[in-house]
């Protein structure tokens, strides 16, 4: 429980990705965590790229625990199985994904939300399933979704609500 509570305090006054690098981990610039994200008891096992964006729910997992099983039947009470994960630049990782040991994940790369990654990812695509599969292109994607980009970055949370309750309910 005292751990709990440390660890919190540590987030709120380092903020969370200071937290995270003091633990030992490698994240670069302009990323972000949205929600709670799970970096595992291993988070020095995981390095991250810069400007990448990780969404609620995601968990990151840098060890077998199917190894307890050997454990048992083979004698071996003292084996554990690790992994690394490397995430590379310009990447989103979308709402409950999990991303398990030994991959990577290349540049300016989309995850889908729900999407288990078990095996590494090539640059400039687009990810999803379980397990995740390269669903298309950057490129693809973009000529797909083209006409259905709205410009709100700019707009505060209330001219955000207005535009986009018209462009949805005033048609």
Do not use: W
């Not at 994607?141 to 700019?154: A, G, I, P, V």
């Not at 949370?157 to 018209?166: M, N, P, T």
């Amino acid at each position: 429980m005292l751990k709990k509570i440390e660890e919190k305090l540590s987030k709120y006054f380092y903020g969370e990705i200071n937290y995270y690098r003091k633990k030992g981990m490698n994240i670069g610039e302009n990323c972000s965590l949205l929600g709670k994200v799970k970096f595992g008891s291993e988070p020095y096992l995981i390095s991250i790229g810069n400007n990448v964006k990780i969404t609620d729910g995601v968990k990151f997992i840098t060890h077998d625990g199917g190894v307890h099983v050997i454990r048992n039947i083979n004698n071996l009470p003292n084996i554990d199985k690790f992994g690394t994960i490397v995430i590379g630049n310009n990447v989103f990782i979308g709402t409950n994904s999990i991303i398990l040991p030994n991959v990577t994940i290349g540049n300016n790369v989309i995850i889908g939300a729900g999407s288990v990654i078990t095996k590494s990812i090539t640059n400039n695509c687009v990810v999803a399933g379980v397990p995740g599969r390269v669903i298309s292109t950057l490129e693809e994607y973009l000529k797909k979704n083209e006409e259905s980009f709205l410009e709100t970055k700019q707009l505060s949370y209330d001219e955000k609500s207005e535009f986009l309750k018209k462009y949805f309910f005033d048609k």
